[in-house]
């Protein structure tokens, strides 16, 4: 059981499912290249390098990695309030945590926080949450623990009395860098044996079996 006064959750993966949009920015860059089939399950795996910072070469078919990049993050970016779409439950769950615990959300994009914030509008799930921090808000994205510590401070608790809560290596990562609590979920594109090896406090199906958890 955790007695947290923060709770600092993960978006994509986690709060909503992004797989389309995954596929769908994979599909379009492979276009501008002129290549037009592709596997899905290799789309899920290009997001999965690009968190851990590992090379992506050996999944996609082309020489210019670099332009392939930029097309892919610029889709993924545009379509992202379109083709991702909350995991069932999450309100529910939302309205539970946020009566536990201050609520952050903490996300990887390299977006400006309004955008991030427009997509939460629309999917009515602003409201839960006390601050929003993405990738441009800090000089290290997760897994460094800035991100973490910077949630902390807005939420006006100390990382320590926090729990990260995501569906990555990253989110863990960075929440142990940080000396918070740490949950996993599978309801994203980790395995349970990927998610084991970072050793987090808790793994969990998704977001929706968390509130038992939190005292």
Known sequence: MFKV???IIDLDGTLVDSRDAYKEAFKKALEAFGVTSFDPKIALEVPKKLEQGLPIADLVPVRDIKKFLNT???TYYSITEIKSKPLPGVYVTLEK???KAKLALL????V???KVLSELEKFNLAKYFQCI???LDTSTPKPSPEPVLKCACRLGVKACECL????SISDIRAGKLAG??????LSGIFSMEELKRENPDLILENINALPAFVV
């Open 180 to 185: 918070a609590k740490t949950v996993a979920f």
């Open 72 to 74: 892919y993050l610029e």
């Open 107 to 110: 996300t990887m994009r390299h």
């Open 5 to 7: 006064k923060g709770i």
């Open 97 to 99: 945590l946020s009566e």
């Open 164 to 167: 990260v809560a995501g569906d």
């Open 133 to 135: 921090v993405t990738a």
């Open 112 to 114: 400006p926080k309004d």
